[in-house]
T-cell receptor, first 113, second 114 residues
């Protein structure tokens, strides 16, 4: 398994502000992903965080709204920019280990007022 | 694009009852299949996975799932549930040609009454 930590674990933010979420893994991994879990819904992939290059975004998600950094093989950040109440969600990072098995972080619960 | 459907949104059952959660996916190519569980207040954990081989897969905590390719299904089962199985269960599909991205079903909330 992988030990994945996220900071912050939760936050309450005002609309129009931005929040950066950190994801730290206990060892180097090739692939890291960011997901969103809106209230009462399933997980939706936001983007694949690529080390040394721009993230690959899924349909409906754009870099201006969700900029992602991946400076090395153990760390990534996701920023939720210019937040609105619709951005209230749990944001999770995940990593690939042992082929195609994904492990998930504990999530960051974001509430936007 | 592929999609994943979970038939039941909520399931309520008593301890010792049998559990079966349905999962169907839409994609004609080669897929890897997963069931994840999220216990109250905890993060997602992998219950079991299917990549290839025996279509009947055994996972942790007495869970198993059967891959039926002709039906595009990967149903989760447990013969006798416990109160501690109360959780939300997610089916997920990874299309091998799409670079390890997971597509999740809508989830099924299971409540086991003691």
């Amino acid at each position: 398994s992988a030990v994945i930590s996220q900071k912050p674990s939760r936050d309450i933010c005002q609309r129009g502000t931005s929040l950066t979420i950190q994801c730290q893994v206990d060892s180097q991994v090739t692939m890291m992903f960011w997901y969103r879990q809106q209230p009462g819904q399933s997980l939706t992939l936001i983007a694949t965080a690529n080390q040394g290059s721009e993230a690959t975004y899924e349909s409906g998600f754009v870099i201006d709204k969700f900029p992602i950094s991946r400076p090395n093989l153990t760390f990534s950040t996701l920023t939720v920019s210019n937040m609105s109440p619709e951005d209230s969600s749990i944001y999770l990072c995940s990593v690939i280990r042992q082929g195609t098995e994904q492990f998930f972080g504990p999530g960051t619960r974001l509430t936007v007022l | 694009a592929q999609s994943v459907s979970q038939h039941n949104h909520h399931v309520i059952l008593s301890e010792a009852a049998s559990l079966e959660l349905g999962c169907n996916y839409s994609y004609g190519g080669t897929v890897n299949l997963f069931w994840y569980v999220q216990y109250p207040g905890q993060h997602l954990q992998l219950l079991l996975k299917y990549f290839s081989g025996d279509p009947l897969v055994k996972g942790i905590k007495g869970f198993e799932a059967e891959f039926i390719k002709s039906k595009f299904s990967f149903n989760l089962r447990k013969p006798s549930v416990q109160w501690s199985d109360t959780a939300e269960y997610f089916c997920a599909v990874n299309v091998q040609a799409a670079g390890n991205k997971l597509t999740f079903g809508g989830g099924t909330r299971v409540l086991v009454k003691p």
